[in-house]
């Protein structure tokens, strides 16, 4: 194995655990999802499995605390997954009153609708595509 793939390898390794242990479910029982919208974009959770009541119970509480702590921008959590700071963080962290963060619950998990001025969807785009290393980016159809 090349040095740069075992590196991506255990960075991704320690993306996973930190995120089980910050987020309280695993991430190998739930899809998460990172969709773009022309004002924002939405973080998506939902349990693989429709009867697999814990791990939406577990999403819906990690999600409506997240959208709680970004709105007082406090990305502690996102730092601690990826071992520092994701792109687009300190800009988030800046124009904290021009972006907002609503939970919503969904049938299998939750959601955090991120809705911004255009101007900054540079940072939230970049923000995305980071954690798009541990899972899917799909354009928003709504």
Not at 2 to 26: N, P, R, W
Not at 44 to 67: G, P, V
Not at 72 to 84: L, N, Y
Not at 102 to 107: A, V
Request: include cysteine; aromatic fraction near 4%; hydrophobic fraction near 35%.
């Amino acid at each position: 194995m090349h040095k740069e793939h075992a590196t991506v390898d255990s960075q991704q390794v320690l993306a996973e655990k930190h995120g089980d242990e910050a987020m309280g479910f695993s991430h190998e029982k739930t899809k998460h999802h990172f969709l773009m919208s022309a004002d924002g974009g939405v973080i998506e959770m939902t349990a693989n499995e429709a009867t697999d009541k814990a791990s939406a119970e577990a999403i819906r509480s990690h999600l409506s605390h997240i959208a709680v702590m970004f709105g007082a921008r406090d990305f502690s959590a996102p730092m601690f997954i990826h071992d520092g700071i994701p792109p687009g963080v300190t800009t988030m962290k800046l124009v904290r009153g021009r972006i907002v963060y609503t939970y919503e619950e969904l049938p299998a998990g939750g959601c955090i609708r991120i809705q911004s001025r255009k101007i900054l969807l540079r940072s939230l785009r970049s923000t995305t595509s980071c954690a798009s290393k541990l899972s899917s980016i799909t354009p928003a159809t709504t």
